[in-house]
């Protein structure tokens, strides 16, 4: 039996064109995503993951186009949310059951062909922007939007959330959130998608599987809990004695560290300048005062360097997003690239089937249920 690698660390699964991370730089299909960051839209980005090049321009209005047909739901869809909708519903759980449930409503759900595949990956990409954003308004008592056709899918999710068409800063720190969280390589709910599919399951199955992967705090909850930690330190002059308490309780301090980054998540530095350009804009300057500190301590103290998470949760929360939305806003970017990962095991596909070392008991004889 081979040796025992613990969460995976270091075992290679899965050969894949669609993200790297070398050297502590992450690309798309090759693509630098210092390049795509600064440049690309995050239809582009779905494209791109989809197919290994970025689109013409004919492509991407069509991509765009499609998008924007398939983002308003089954009117079923609004109405079930009412059904589970209490003060005690996370959003992962409405978005994990609600993902489910649209398969119902797709005609093509269960047919195999290529184009077919290619066509539900839009779909289900379109709508899981509106399942985010309906979810949320149907639980404040407010009716669900339809997408508005002269805005990108970034600015559209904005609309959707809040009923207001989105300022220029908001809709660039949101497509910039977008491409930065799209992929990741082979990620804990990028992994669990192939396993799911690997046995020919359908392409809804994997995103349900995926969904529930991110749900768990060690990887898509942390920025919510980045804002829970600001939210607890409450003002700049309270930082040094929070992080005094926490480090001396060797308690976890949110939003840094990385398993594979070690010089420093590349992603981070972008979603820090747009933290700091929205928290201004808004009249909330103090927050990402108390971030650069809370920054500056970790690195002078741990040696830790901010991930992604940590600077979008200021960033969210700025545009006025409920807290609770930051983990399933991580699925909606995220989504392109568990597509991908689906749509590349479906190309090349073996079924996930690894051993485990068995450390229990042996020679062990059965006892009839009297004489135990």
């Known amino acids: 039996m081979a040796e025992l690698q613990r969460g995976l660390e270091g075992v290679i699964a899965a050969e894949t064109k669609i993200s790297s991370i070398i050297d502590s730089q992450l690309t798309y299909a090759g693509y630098d995503i210092d390049d795509l960051a600064e440049n690309a839209q995050f239809e582009e980005i779905i494209f791109l993951l989809w197919n290994y090049r970025l689109p013409t321009k004919d492509e991407l209005q069509e991509l765009k186009s499609k998008l924007y047909e398939y983002m ?92 207001e068409l989105p300022t220029d800063i908001e809709e660039e720190a949101f497509n910039k959130a977008l491409i930065l969280h799209a992929d990741h390589e082979l990620n804990a709910s990028a992994f669990t998608a192939r396993c799911a599919v690997s046995s020919l399951s359908d392409m809804y199955s994997g995103i349900v599987a995926a969904v529930g992967s991110l749900k768990g705090p060690l990887h ?21 004695n929070y992080l005094d308490e926490k480090i001396a309780n060797k308690e976890k301090i949110m939003g840094f560290g ?97 051993r485990a070392n068995y450390i229990g008991e042996t020679n062990r004889k059965y006892v009839p249920i009297e004489e135990r």
């Open 258 to 354: 990385h398993r594979v980054y070690k010089e420093g998540d590349p992603r981070a530095k972008y979603l820090r300048e747009m933290s700091r350009k929205i928290t201004e804009e808004t009249g909330q300057s103090e927050l990402y005062e108390m971030s650069l500190a809370i920054e500056k301590r970790m690195k002078e103290e741990k040696g830790l360097i901010p991930n992604v998470d940590f600077f979008s949760a200021t960033v969210y929360h700025s545009m006025d997003i409920p807290h609770d939305l930051f983990t399933p806003i991580f699925a909606v970017s995220r989504t392109s690239g568990w597509i991908a990962h689906i749509l590349e095991q479906y190309r090349d596909n073996r079924i996930m089937r690894p």
């Open 72 to 163: 308003t739901l089954n009117p079923r869809v609004y109405k079930h949310f009412e059904e589970y909708v209490t003060d005690k519903v996370h959003p992962m759980t409405a978005l994990r059951t609600s993902v489910s449930y649209i398969a119902h409503f797709d005609p093509d759900a269960e047919d195999e062909a290529d184009e077919k595949k290619y066509e539900r990956a839009i779909r289900i990409q379109a709508k899981i922007a509106s399942l985010v954003t309906a979810f949320s308004r149907v639980r404040e008592g407010k009716e669900p939007l339809k997408p508005n056709s002269d805005l990108s899918y970034a600015g559209n999710f904005l609309y959707m959330l809040k009923g």
């Open 220 to 240: 898509g909850g942390a920025n919510e809990r980045v804002m829970a930690m600001l939210s607890e330190v409450g003002s700049l002059d309270n930082v040094d």
